[in-house]
């Protein structure tokens, strides 16, 4: 009897979300690989990153955990950090252990593979590329800033990111995954910062816009200052087509449950809000719109509920439509 193969889904992004999403669907019988950005800059990340000459392991790191099936004390050791008065300090144990078996290995993806066996990781975590590459952004009023973590800090509006060196190479792996995919999902993460520097490695776009797979976009919940300042669900996706070749987003995923007037003043003072979803606007977009609740709240944030968006996910999956 012929065995029934698990559909192939990938998932492009960075940050928390792309970490918070991936603990979900990893429960599901899929095949899942994630393609995480390699832009950050900032802690120790940038750290590692400016003195050994690597990729930055933060985000790489945290999806790692994500996917990991180990006991929770090495999941915790993992993701340890440091709060010491010397070098260690702010440094977490699991991005030196990734910097240390680059140095063993004498490559980043070859370290961030091995890293999986150890965690027993389900699906595979592949950089956007085999380097660091450096975020830049024009701002509307023409000035540059450089440095993915000093982009929502500048004070000024986005006009579009771009990447350099201009070299960049993506993995044939990365490429193989996204060709091969049943279902390509966005997001959810921070717009310029953790989703476009992984569609904007040469290639890695392009073949997302020619892939015959399904493609759903997951909104964020909140308005980032700095980034997407009273965006709304639409200025999302139409941020994204002004730095691709295409309009390639099929289904958009939004959330339908109010956010508690507790928390909304709590996210006021970093300026943030609801994203509202403008509906009409993005049908106007020829998207299909999935309303649900799929908030939830911690410790006095939002996240989206990993589970229940993994089961809408699956579901799409699962749909011959």
């Given at each position: 009897m012929r065995q029934i193969q698990p559909k192939k889904v990938v998932i492009i992004g960075g940050g928390t979300g792309l970490s918070v999403l991936l603990r979900g669907l990893k429960k599901h019988p899929i095949d899942l690989t994630a393609i995480v950005t390699v832009a950050d800059d900032g802690g120790s990340s940038g750290r590692l990153r400016d003195e050994l000459k690597i990729p930055p392991p933060?985000?790489?790191?945290?999806?790692?955990?994500?996917?990991?099936?180990?006991?929770?004390?090495?999941?915790?050791?993992?993701?340890?950090?440091?709060?010491?008065?010397?070098?260690?300090?702010?440094?977490?144990?699991?991005?030196?252990?990734?910097?240390?078996l680059t140095s063993i290995t004498g490559d980043f993806v070859h370290a961030?593979?091995?890293?999986?066996?150890?965690?027993?990781?389900?699906?595979?975590?592949?950089?956007?590329?085999?380097?660091?590459?450096?975020?830049?952004?024009?701002?509307?009023?023409?000035?540059?800033?450089?440095?993915?973590?000093?982009?929502?800090?500048?004070?000024?509006?986005?006009?579009?990111?771009?990447?350099?060196?201009?070299?960049?190479?993506?993995?044939?792996?990365?490429?193989?995954?996204?060709?091969?995919?049943?279902?390509?999902?966005?997001g959810?993460?921070?717009?310029?910062?953790?989703?476009?520097?992984?569609?904007?490695?040469?290639?890695?776009?392009?073949?997302?816009?020619?892939?015959?797979?399904?493609?759903?976009?997951?909104?964020?919940?909140?308005?980032?200052?700095?980034?997407?300042?009273?965006?709304?669900?639409?200025?999302?996706?139409?941020?994204?087509y002004d730095h691709m070749s295409c309009a390639f987003i099929d289904t958009i995923l939004v959330n339908n449950d109010p956010i508690p007037e507790y928390i909304q003043e709590k996210y006021k003072e970093e300026r943030a809000k609801p994203v509202f979803y403008d509906v009409d606007l993005l049908k106007s977009l020829g998207l299909n719109v999935i309303f649900d609740e799929i908030a939830i709240r911690e410790g006095g944030v939002v996240r989206h509920d990993t589970n229940k968006v993994a089961e809408i996910l699956f579901r799409l999956i699962q749909d011959k439509k």
């Open positions: 933060g985000d790489i790191r945290n999806v790692l955990a994500a996917l990991s099936d180990v006991e929770p004390l090495v999941e915790t050791l993992f993701q340890h950090r440091f709060s010491t008065k010397n070098e260690l300090s702010g440094h977490s144990l699991g991005n030196l252990m990734i910097a240390a961030v593979q091995e890293m999986s066996k150890v965690l027993n990781v389900r699906g595979k975590v592949l950089p956007a590329a085999n380097q660091s590459v450096v975020l830049h952004a024009e701002m509307e009023d023409g000035t540059i800033v450089s440095g993915e973590s000093k982009i929502p800090y500048s004070g000024k509006r986005i006009k579009r990111v771009f990447l350099s060196p201009g070299d960049i190479q993506p993995l044939p792996e990365t490429i193989r995954a996204i060709r091969e995919a049943d279902l390509i999902i966005v959810p993460g921070s717009l310029y910062t953790s989703i476009l520097p992984n569609l904007l490695v040469p290639q890695i776009g392009e073949e997302v816009c020619q892939a015959a797979a399904k493609k759903v976009y997951i909104c964020n919940l909140m308005t980032q200052a700095g980034e997407t300042l009273d965006f709304t669900a639409s200025d999302h996706v139409k941020a994204i």
